[in-house]
Structures are given as structure tokens and as C-alpha cells.
């Protein structure tokens, strides 16, 4: 569209540079009734949706949702925002077709009044590659299936109270052993070999 503006006997075309308007759909609330196996969201209003990207929090059947449609009722709907969400103890947050989620912040702090979970199938790896990993606790339990290996440069321990116990053989092994007492070494056994 092109307008006209006379100034004196001139005249200046002046290009129409308002924005063009499609439609541009509308915004409703909705709530999820069913989730089928293809990540497809059934509704109250009769009408399928996805999730949208910017959904991190995954709906469950219940919640109230605010929700996409476009002008044209073949296209798809998009599940913007979770609005209300039926009480529940757990909340997921999960990005839709992604395969990885990656924070990234100077600083990350997870908090929790009562307990944090790190569960995974495969690999679970923590490192500090430039500081140091500090882990503070009451107690400390640990379960290994199949082998326990520790290297490093320097390891001191420190306790009130240490035993080893093994089922089949202890052994250690350095180019030089030092074994001192401020009292007493007792070794006792049914059979002791030295050298």
C-alpha cells in the first residue's frame, strides 16, 4: 500500500511500513484430561495439543494449562505455561525434544529441607577440575557391586577409630612402610611369617 502526502505542488510517495497482522491465534485456559504414549496432550475442550519449548514444567492430567490455537484449526496446538497444578508431591521439569539440558550460571546452588536424589542408569561424573570437591556428612555409607579404586598423589585419614576387615586378603604394598605406636603393636594369628 502506498499513501500520498502533498506538500505544495509536490508530491512524496511515502511507503506504508505498518506492520502486517495474520492472525495470530488466540490464548485459552485448558485442562489436561490424558497424556498418550506420543507426548500428546488430550483436553477438557476436546482439543490435542504438544508442549511448547518454553514448557519446561510437564503438565499431568489435572493441571490447568494455558493454552496456543491458531486461527486455522488444522494447525497445532501448543501447551504454553502450566497455570494451576493438581496436588501432587512431585513436579518434572523436562524441555521437549531435547536430549541434554545444560545450566550454566557463575554459581548453582541446589537446596532441599529434607533430601537430594542423584539417581542415573549409566555414568554419574562430579568434577572440579580446578578447585576442590568438599563433602560434609553425619555419616558416610558406601555400597560398591564390583571394585572400589582410589588414586591419588597424597591421602592422609584421620579417626578416632579405623578397622579393615576382609573376608579373603589384605595387602599392602609401598617401596618403604613405616607401622608406629605410642603404646602398643600386637599381631596375632595362628601362623606369622616375617621375611
Sequence with gaps: ????NRIGHQQHRVPDTSPL???MGRMIPAEVVDIDPMGIYHL???LTAKRA???ALVPNPGDTVLLYTAGDSAQAAYILHVLER???DTACISIPDAERLDIQQQRLRLSAARQIELSCAGDISLTAAAGTLHVRARQWV???IGSFIETARERVSRAAFMQFNS???TQWHSKQAIIMADEDIKIDAE???LG
Excluded: F, T, W
Excluded at 500500500?1 to 500520498?4: E, F, L, P
Design 86 to 88: 493438581n496436588p501432587s
Design 142 to 144: 558406601s555400597s560398591v
Design 44 to 46: 477438557g475442550n476436546g
Design 167 to 169: 573376608s579373603a586378603l
Design 1 to 4: 500500500m502506498i499513501s500520498v
Design 21 to 23: 497482522q495474520p492472525d
Design 191 to 193: 601362623r606369622v611369617n
Design 53 to 55: 519449548c518454553s514448557c
